[in-house]
């Protein structure tokens, strides 16, 4: 697959993880997916965005801290 999700859901919130395939990385395919989950996050109210990287800054999402 081009691009691999991981989620979990818990209280009005969700975590997620996007990974691109090594082949396809660098075509703003995770970028894409990113701005589909922010619409669809602040439709249900999930509006705390924060990111475990500072690549993910560019969508919005805050960096707090890395996470291990």
Do not use: P, Q, W
């Not at 009005?12 to 395919?29: M, P």
């Not at 999930?46 to 805050?62: E, F, H, M, P, Q």
Request: proline content about 0%; charged content about 25%.
């Amino acid at each position: 697959s081009l691009i691999t999700v991981m989620y979990s859901i818990y209280d009005k919130g969700i975590e997620i993880e996007v990974e691109t395939d090594h082949n396809h990385r660098r075509k703003g395919l995770a970028t894409i997916v990113n701005a589909v989950l922010i619409l669809y996050c602040l439709e249900k109210g999930y509006i705390k965005l924060d990111a475990a990287n500072t690549t993910s800054a560019k969508l919005g999402y805050v960096f707090d801290k890395a996470y291990h």
